[in-house]
Antibody, heavy 121, light 107 residues
């Protein structure tokens, strides 16, 4: 069974840091693109970052320079390191990927359950 | 960045109704346009990819069309389990972007 499980969320003060993890099973983070998508309370979806299988990384303007995605292929885990956190980064963070059916168009058909990040003093 | 505009932002409909949701891109995204359904407290679920391809396992009452900048998601006969929020997303140009969402509520 294909599964993504996020962890690492919590309460952090503005300016602080947090690292989220996405443990993958049934797919390999080294051969699939991996993405982070977030959703602020009561708001819509916001694409945050993507890590392509070949190693390329892309970020939303709102997090560029503050967030860094990475992967550990030996553990099959995908990460996002979040620094200089702001109140507006408060959201549920979803990890997502694409199966062979949708890989040619970078759609996201594999999702985790999300982890909550709260940035507040 | 490519701006994605969905309309309406919300709608009320009855079971059995035909529902159309539109998504407009600020520049061409060719057919790199996808539709997601999200229910409260759950992760989004992909319905349609590449503008009109129905994802495996998604009921055939869902369909979509469009290309370049204008796209439409259609639910041919609304079912109770379809009451949710729907989002479009473009992946033609990085960063990928989502529309603001359309909430489908029970009339």
């Amino acid at each position: 069974e294909v599964q993504l499980v996020e962890s690492g969320g919590g309460l952090v003060q503005p300016g602080g840091s947090l690292r989220l993890s996405c443990a993958a099973s049934g797919i390999s983070v080294s051969t699939h693109y991996m993405a982070w998508v977030r959703q602020a309370p009561g708001k819509g979806l916001e694409w945050v970052a993507m890590f392509y299988s070949a190693g390329g990384k892309v970020y939303a303007d709102s997090v560029k320079g503050r967030f860094t995605v990475s992967r550990d292929t030996s553990k099959n885990i995908f990460y996002v390191q979040m620094n200089s956190l702001r109140v507006e980064d408060t959201a549920v963070y979803f990890c997502a990927s694409g199966s062979a059916e949708v890989v040619s168009v970078d759609a996201l058909d594999i999702w985790g359950q999300g982890t909550i990040v709260t940035v507040s003093s | 960045d490519v701006q994605m505009t969905q309309s309406p932002s919300s709608l009320s409909a009855s079971v059995g109704d035909r529902v159309n949701i539109t998504c407009r891109a600020s520049q061409s995204v060719t057919s790199y346009l996808h539709w997601y359904q999200q229910k409260p407290g759950k992760a989004p679920s992909l319905l349609i990819y590449a503008a009109s391809s129905l994802r495996s396992g998604v009921p055939s009452r869902f369909s979509a069309s469009g290309s370049w900048t204008d796209f439409t998601l259609t639910i041919s006969s609304l079912q109770p389990e379809d009451f949710a929020t729907y989002y479009c997303q473009q992946t033609y140009t990085n960063p990928a972007t989502f529309g603001g969402g359309t909430k489908v509520e029970i009339k």
